[in-house]
């Protein structure tokens, strides 16, 4: 048994290996599942509901994520050799397509148990943000996910740890370290929404939507950094699912204000 034998690799046992890019996306998964647990908790809903939507939205949201990016990355890696599906453990999560696998799962859950959807959204989508700040780090730790080039001189500028600086060189080439703008930029969107806009929320929905708009606007930032893109007719596919976030999260909010049921904040 081995811990850490590489960078990438949390665990070796034998040839069975636990990957730092699971690990990272599990301790995400469990912080958003406990704010979730808490919020869910204090409105009165059984443990259970939550805890079985958990691992339900855990796995379909990863299924989702997965199949996003390999239907962006048909033609470049897997027409070629089927087999690349499935190795997940070696990267290749869309976070966008998680997310709507994840909202469409999410629908049917709660209806299913009548709960109010925007009211389980404002409970949830906050710690979402945590679970994908966490899973940047994954990214970090394969070494994906990374901007244009830089100088050593700009990344020291931004007094990052050593750590950092040394996982950002690539093939000799220093790069922006975009998963850690967004997983900074995701946290203080959390912050904002779970202490602001929720201690002024009047209308259920009013943090669901804050969510789609603030991460809709970060990804839409950090993506024209980034040097790994998904394309859809020569246009960046997160830039394009960013711009819906926010249509979709002004619309959502909005409609929420002189529309919405009267917000029960936990």
Known sequence: MKFFPNPKTFLQLGSWTIQMYAVCILI??????GLGQ?????????????????????????????????????NEIYAQDLSLI???????????????????????????HNIPFLLAGDAIMPGVLIAQACGRWGNFFNQEAYGSSVSL??????????????NMCIDGVYHHPTFLYESVLNVIGFLLIYFVIRKFQTKQGEQFFSYFIWYGVIRFFVESLRTD????????MAQLTSIAFIIIGVIG??????????????
């Open 38 to 74: 808490h919020h869910f908790k204090k409105m009165g809903y059984h443990k259970d509901i939550l805890s079985d939507y958990f691992f339900g939205v855990l796995i379909i949201g990863i299924i989702g994520a997965r199949i996003w990016y390999v239907i962006f990355m048909w």
């Open 229 to 236: 893109s998904l394309f859809f007719m020569g246009l960046k």
């Open 253 to 266: 909010f909005l409609w929420c204000k002189k529309y919405g049921v009267k917000a029960k904040v936990a």
């Open 86 to 112: 499935f190795q997940i453990n070696q990267g290749g999560l869309a976070i966008q397509g998680g997310i709507i696998a994840g909202l469409i799962f999410s629908y049917w859950y709660f209806k299913k």
């Open 153 to 166: 001189a700009f990344l020291k500028s931004l007094h990052l740890p050593h750590f950092i600086i040394s």
């Open 28 to 33: 995400g998964a469990f912080i958003a599942y």
